[in-house]
């Protein structure tokens, strides 16, 4: 079974601060893992994903991440939030059988 | 030039009463998707069709039945509207490679609201 456990359902960041979102997953099988974006009244935009090639994947928008196996996470980060970066963020695990499973999303907050 | 496309982009309507949404994707995709978002934010898979073949029903009641007339179309028909379904439901495409490494290409959404 997989499943993704995002930590903190909102963070507050100061404008040029760093952002970091956290997303542990759970995967009996080598998981695929996916950060998407959504802006207030939009649909889920793809920001990265990690496919088993390299372990740090970087993204749209400056985002990047890391696959820790060790930790099972896979954490986003981005080096200076951006008042525009504010929006929900969700991990999510595929299951297979082209199967996501969503986190309960974050949502960011940037303070000017 | 919408790669995925949902109407209505919002619906308001009665309990008791039958609604359609309609999807669309011009990506050439294989695969579409119903996702239900609930007022938490929290999204779940409803179906997922293969060429127009269902592949994924996990546990949604039968009022919410999917119809696929061809592969870049996918609708959602809800029967007996509860006060339950309101939340937003948006459609996805991708095209199958292998192993669920596919990136999922998500509708604007839907915000269905029962009353």
């Known amino acids: 079974a997989q499943s993704v456990t995002q930590l903190g359902s909102h963070v507050s960041v100061s404008e040029g601060a760093l952002v970091l979102l956290r997303c542990n997953y759970s995967?009996?099988?080598?998981?695929?893992l996916f950060w998407y974006v959504q802006y207030p009244n939009q649909g889920l935009q793809l920001l990265l994903k990690?496919?088993?090639?390299?372990?740090l994947v970087k993204g749209i928008n400056g985002f990047e991440a890391e696959f820790k196996k060790s930790e099972t996470s896979f954490h986003l980060t981005k080096p200076s939030a951006h008042m525009s970066d504010a929006a929900e963020y969700f991990c999510?695990?595929?299951?297979?059988?082209?199967?996501?499973?969503f986190g309960t999303g974050t949502r960011l907050t940037v303070i000017p | 030039d919408t790669a995925v496309s949902q109407t209505p982009k919002y619906l308001v309507t009665q309990m008791g009463n039958d609604k359609s949404i309609k999807c669309e994707q011009n990506?050439?995709?294989?695969?579409m998707y119903w996702y239900k978002q609930d007022s938490k934010k929290f999204l779940k898979i409803m179906f997922s069709?293969?060429?127009?073949?269902?592949?994924i029903n996990e546990t949604v009641p039968n009022r919410f039945s999917p119809k696929s007339p061809d592969k870049a179309h996918l609708n959602l028909h809800i029967n007996s509207l509860e006060l339950g379904d309101s939340a937003v439901y948006f459609c996805?495409?991708?095209?199958?490679?292998?192993?669920?490494?596919?990136?999922?290409?998500f509708g604007p959404g839907t915000r269905l609201l029962v009353l």
């Open positions: 069709y293969n060429n127009k073949e269902l592949i």
């Open positions: 990690y496919t088993s090639a390299a372990t």
């Open positions: 990506l050439g995709h294989d695969t």
């Open positions: 996805a495409s991708s095209q199958v490679v292998s192993g669920g490494q596919e990136t999922q290409y």
């Open positions: 995967s009996s099988v080598p998981p695929y």
């Open positions: 999510a695990v595929s299951g297979g059988a082209n199967n996501l499973f």
